[in-house]
């Protein structure tokens, strides 16, 4: 009865996880293509680190509600390697007993379309993930049960991420899919026990709109797709003002309205902070998310100019 007991109560905590979203979900998507797509590694030119701290359900765990950290950084090579970016994503996330550490490395290469400025870029990445389970945080009948596993269980694992990502000054598409491969994490020697890494699949497009010489409209859409889970879907509307403030508003229907306001300060540094409100059946309990932005952009290079053989000025390509 007690190894039942055990089994019943991992087989809930795997679940959660094994058809659910397992990856990072975010309310300010516009500073994070590249966390769900590769090809949009070094889409800004320059090098940029952000780092986002994301406390979900607040109020609904007594103090243990779900957090998740995660520090990026990605950059565009010059020169004769301007066609090539790369990147790095450094993700902990921590739900009741479960946590989850990754590294990922991305690679990206963009091919410039004609005159008019756009770009389509090819990315791939590689991440190697530690998943554990801290099992001194369920509560069974017999803790000495031997069908339990070790009191604290890390299985380490590889996967990777693909995408393609087609943008401009003002609009963008994009279009990816994660954890490719669907490696099992195995927690112990029957396989009783396990969590199996689910594909994901995302589709972003966006459009710039002027407004006036100062006042921009930013909509943008989301779409996620998981094996064994409904489409969930991000509708995001965001005002600029003078590239340096911003005021948006999110919706995901039948989760969450959350609205987020942002400022860039000094041209370098980036700050924006979120707040969901939640919509679904966990509203009773829940008192929404909360998330913190910090990003630093490296200062941009003034470009050279090199006089034509007509006398007329012309700025070097980057």
């Known amino acids: 009865m007690n190894r039942l007991i055990a089994i019943v109560v991992c087989s809930l ?36 680190f952000v780092f986002k701290y994301r406390t979900q359900w607040v109020g609904a765990f007594d103090g243990e509600e779900p957090t998740t950290q995660i520090l990026s950084f990605d950059t565009r090579f010059k020169n004769n390697f301007k066609n090539l970016g790369i990147g790095a994503i450094i993700s902990n996330d921590v739900t009741g007993p479960t946590n989850r550490l990754g590294i990922e490395l991305a690679y990206s290469y963009k091919l410039k379309l004609g005159e008019s400025g756009g770009k389509l870029a090819l990315g791939f990445s590689g991440f190697l993930l530690n998943y554990s389970i801290n099992t001194n945080e369920l509560i069974l009948s017999d803790p000495d049960d031997p069908a339990l596993f070790n009191p604290t269980n890390n299985q380490i694992n590889a996967d990777a991420n693909a995408g393609i990502y087609l943008y401009d000054k003002n609009y963008y598409v994009g279009l990816s899919a994660a954890q490719l491969f669907q490696n099992k994490f ?35 859409v989301l ?20 590239k ?38 966990l509203s009773a309990v829940s008192n929404g998310a909360h998330e913190i932005m910090l990003g630093f952009e490296m200062p941009k290079k003034k470009t050279p100019k090199t006089p034509s053989k007509e006398g007329v000025i012309i700025p070097a390509e980057n």
């Not at 026990?193 to 407004?211: E, K, S």
């Not at 064994?228 to 003002?241: C, E, G, K, M």
């Not at 989760?255 to 400022?263: D, I, K, N, T």
Request: proline share 5%.
């Open 223 to 242: 779409v996620k797709a998981i094996q064994a889970s409904p489409v969930q879907y991000d509708i995001n509307a965001r005002l600029i003002y003078d």
């Open 186 to 220: 195995v927690f112990n020697t029957d396989e009783a026990g396990f969590i199996q890494l689910a594909r994901h699949y995302y589709v972003i497009a966006g459009y710039v709109y002027d407004l006036s010489d100062k006042m921009e409209f930013e909509p943008s």
């Open 244 to 281: 340096n403030y911003w005021l948006g508003i999110n919706f995901r229907p039948g989760e969450s309205v959350a609205g987020y306001v942002g400022f860039i300060y000094n041209d370098r540094w980036k700050i924006g902070y979120s707040y969901d409100y939640t919509t679904s059946s």
């Open 13 to 48: 905590v795997v679940s959660v996880y094994s058809t659910a979203q397992q990856i990072e979900q975010f309310t300010q998507p516009t500073f994070s293509h590249f966390l769900f797509n590769p090809a949009a590694a070094g889409k800004g030119g320059t090098p940029e």
